[in-house]
C-alpha cells in the first residue's frame, strides 16, 4: 500500500508567501507520521490515508484565517500499482479500504461526517473520485455520490465531479471517507481536490 | 461523446480579480464553440477535445503576461458514460481518440509537440492522466510518460504525476496529446493539470 497526496496552497494575495509560511505550523503535529517533499508547484505528503485529510484541512484552515481568499488543490492517491508498497503508509486497524456492500459503506461514511469536529472555517470544496483498473467504476462513482448527497455539505453535482460547502471539518471528513470508502478497499484510487475560503463571489 | 473540463485561474495578487477580468478576452477566439459556466470554484468549459488545451493554454498566458504568479489548475475528462452525448463535442475528423498500437501513438504524440508554436511563456506544469474503467490502465499511464520523456518538455517524474517545463506552446501541446493518445480511443479518460508561470522558487 502506498498513499498520499501532491498539494499546494494558493492564497490570492500580494504577501503569498507570507501566508504559506505562517501557516505551515499547523503541519508540526503531523510531521513524525507523514514524509513533505516541496518543489516550486507542490508539496508531496506520504503517510497512512487517515492523517492525510486531517492534515490537508488544519494546514488550509490556517492559512485562510487571516481572511485572504485562498485555495488548496490536492490530487490524492492510495494503492497506485506504480508506486512501491511503504510500511508508513499502513493505516490503522479498521481504517484501511473498506469492502463491504455499497449501501453499509454509504452509511458508516454518513455517520463519519455528522461526528466531524467543526473548525470554525466556512469553506466550497469540488472533488472528483477516480476508482482504477476495476471493472465497474461507475457503481462505485455513483454509490460514492449517493453517500454526498446525504452527508449534510453537499451543494450540487457538477460536470466531471460534486461540489460540497459547509464547515471545514465535515467537509474534510466527506471528502476523506469518499476516497476511503469507494473503489475497491485494495485497488488504486484518485481524488482530485480543490477547496476554497474566502472567496468574494461565494453564494 | 461528451468532453470539457473544471478549469481555475489563481492569481497570487491583491488584484487576482483584475488579473481573470483582464484575461478573459483570450477565450474570445472559442466562444463560439465552447460552453462556458462560471460558478465560486471552477469555470466549466464543454467542446470539442482539440480545443480545450489551446483555450486553457491563451487564458493561462493571458493571465501570466503580467509577470504575477499564477496557477492553473483543471480537471479534464472525455467519455464520461455518466454525461450525455453532446454533439458539440464531436472532434474534427482525426483529432478523436487514437486506438493504434502504443509505439505509433507515442510517435505521432511526439511529433505534435515539436510543431507546437512557441507562446513566448515559460512555465512548469504536472499532470495525472487516469484511463478508466479499461483493463490495461497502467499500460496506457506508461506508455503515456515514455512519450512525455521523449517530449522535450520532460522534467521529472513525481509521485502520483509528470511534471513538465518549457514554454507555454510546446507545453499545453504535450499535455493535449497525453489525453487525446492515452486510454481507450472511446473510453473514459480523465486528466487532473496544473501549470504555473512566474514563480519566485522556480528552479
Known sequence: ?????????????????????GALSALDPYRDRLRLETDDISTLMVG????????????FVAASRGGVHCVLSAAVS????GEPDDPAC???????GDDRPLA???????????????AGCPVAAQFSLYPLGAGHHMDEIYGCIDFVKASGVFERSKNFCTKLRGDAGPVFAA?????LRFGAADGHVALD??????SPTAV
Not at 499502513?90 to 484501511?96: E, Q, S, T
Not at 461514511?109 to 469536529?117: E, K, L, N, P
Request: proline share 9%; aromatic share 8%.
Open 1 to 21: 500500500m502506498f498513499s498520499g497526496a501532491q498539494i499546494s496552497i494558493y492564497p490570492m494575495s500580494d504577501d503569498f508567501v507570507g501566508v504559506i509560511l
Open 48 to 59: 497512512p490515508p487517515e492523517l492525510l485529510f486531517p492534515a490537508m484541512r488544519d494546514l
Open 78 to 81: 492510495r494503492g497506485c500499482p
Open 90 to 96: 499502513a493505516p490503522r486497524d479498521g481504517l484501511g
Open 104 to 118: 453499509e459503506r454509504i452509511e458508516t461514511a454518513r455517520q463519519a461526517v455528522m461526528r466531524a469536529d467543526h
Open 175 to 179: 471528502i476523506e471517507e469518499a476516497f
Open 193 to 198: 481536490l480543490t477547496v476554497s475560503a474566502n
